[in-house]
């Protein structure tokens, strides 16, 4: 999302910004990145600059730690709220926008390739073993696994993929309904274990997401 802040003003901020940290421990190679640098735009409390392409290379020791974070204290003083910095190579306007729709396309590239691998992986899922191994696989990589609201989509997903593999297994000629019935019944278990939520909860999402499908 913008803030509806010209860029004017914006660059005169990032002028001030400049000012005070010359004001601080001389660093010529972070005061010359600093001032080759252009302000593009306000968004999501990011000030997002851009910088000549001959200049690129200097943006780094805008992104060294320290450096990092003497700005950001700076520009957060000036400015009177919480502000981060984002560099990008440019330094007009629409070189922002190109910058973000590639960005947009790549995340959409990789949640298209992510979709595909998750649907192959749930056709060579083959038996209840493969599924619970599967499953606690995906929960391994989780990142921040232990906030709420991500162990929370973890069990949607997952329900979702044993519930493909039931029906899955229940088209099959032969199918054995109890070992089907036994081997949901494993899996869910493992599941109200891992997110540690009540095996009955973790039944009655399973009922909802299979009327879902």
């Known amino acids: 999302m913008s803030d509806s802040v010209p860029l004017e003003q914006l660059q005169q901020l990032w002028d001030r910004t400049v000012e005070e940290l010359r004001k601080g421990e001389v660093n010529l190679p972070l005061w ?13 409390d990011v000030l997002v600059l851009g910088i000549r392409s001959e200049d690129y290379h200097r943006a780094g020791h805008l992104k060294a730690p320290v450096a990092a974070h003497q700005i950001r204290a700076i520009l957060e003083r000036l400015a009177q709220r919480s502000l981060s910095l984002e560099v990008i190579e440019g330094t007009t306007p629409k070189h922002w926008a190109d910058e973000k729709l590639r960005r947009q396309q ?20 083959g038996s209840w073993d493969e599924v619970s191994t599967h499953l606690a696989q995906v929960y391994n990589t989780l990142k921040d696994r232990n906030l709420p609201w991500v162990a929370a989509q973890y069990l949607l997903d997952s329900l979702v993929t044993v519930a493909k593999v039931e029906w899955r297994m229940r088209q099959a000629p032969d199918a054995d309904t109890h070992n089907i019935d036994r081997g949901v019944a494993r899996v869910l278990h493992a599941l109200s274990g891992r997110v540690d939520v009540p095996l009955n909860v973790v039944g009655l999402e399973y009922v909802r997401v299979k009327r879902w499908q």
């Open 32 to 44: 010359e990145a600093a001032e080759t640098c252009v302000a593009l735009a306000l968004e999501d």
């Open 106 to 125: 790549r995340e959409d590239t990789a949640r298209r390739a992510l979709e595909k691998t998750k649907v192959d992986t749930e056709r060579e899922l």
